[in-house]
């Protein structure tokens, strides 16, 4: 089963931050936290990961708390093309449990 | 990030046929991955495809239904063997990037079984 917990969906402004939470209080110490998104069933598209410390890539910024139990993906300016399912997933790296993810919907 | 090839990109088959789904990556990799995603579901892993070795299935999954090749650092197949209607679903390959600890995903193979 999946270590994380994310909201089924979620709606957003285009040109706004879109904030996306996970909860995942039963990581480990050497998982890291991944996010992935899939737009309309293509292969999921790799995003951003971390492992304690906070990150950010030219496409999001990933916030996780100091107890490591929750985060936050950022898209900093969402646009219609980041409506997609997106999904949070804790790791050490190698298998990766898939959840629910969080359907984004970017509304103009 | 590594570029990965999946053949067909989409097939429709009948049932009691079997399908072979081919992997082509542009560098080698250690690790790679088959998953299925089911209409309106998340993926699911379905093994581990060994290089030398034969392919390591999760629960639910086993060699018979899914037997999965892989020749060398570069390539792999899933067959989907003795298809049903149940079987249709999208098929990814994924490989690690173990310098960077990030998986990737190929684009998927999208099968209809009739």
């Known amino acids: 089963d999946a270590k994380t917990t994310q909201p089924p969906s979620m709606d957003c402004a285009e040109g706004r931050a879109a904030n996306l939470p996970c909860n995942h209080s039963t990581i480990s110490g050497n998982e890291y936290v991944y996010w992935y998104r899939q737009i309309h069933s293509?292969?999921?598209?790799?995003i951003i990961h971390g492992l304690k410390n906070?990150?950010?890539?030219?496409?999001?910024?990933?916030i996780i708390t100091e107890d490591r139990k929750s985060s936050t993906l950022i898209l900093p300016h969402?646009?219609?093309?980041?409506?997609a399912v997106y999904y949070c997933i804790v790791s050490y790296g190698n298998k990766l449990v898939f959840g629910a993810g969080t359907i984004l919907r970017v509304k103009s | 990030s590594?570029?990965?090839?999946?053949?067909?990109?989409?097939d429709i088959c009948q049932r009691g046929t079997s399908l072979t789904i081919q992997c082509q990556v542009d560098s080698q990799v250690t690790m790679m991955f088959w998953y299925r995603?089911?209409?309106?579901?998340?993926l699911t892993l379905i093994a581990t495809a060994n290089q030398g070795s034969e392919a390591t299935y999760e629960s639910g999954f086993v060699i018979d239904k899914f037997p999965i090749s892989r020749p060398n650092l570069t390539f792999s197949t899933l067959t989907v063997s003795n298809m049903s209607p149940e079987d249709s679903s999208i098929y990814l390959c994924s490989v690690v990037d173990l310098a960077k600890n990030i998986q990737y995903f190929g684009a998927g193979t999208r099968l209809s079984v009739l």
């Open chain 1, 42 to 46: 293509q292969g999921p598209q790799y």
């Open chain 1, 54 to 62: 906070n990150e950010t890539n030219e496409m999001a910024s990933l």
């Open chain 1, 78 to 83: 969402a646009t219609l093309r980041d409506t």
């Open chain 2, 2 to 10: 590594a570029v990965i090839s999946q053949k067909p990109s989409r």
């Open chain 2, 37 to 42: 995603q089911q209409p309106g579901q998340s």
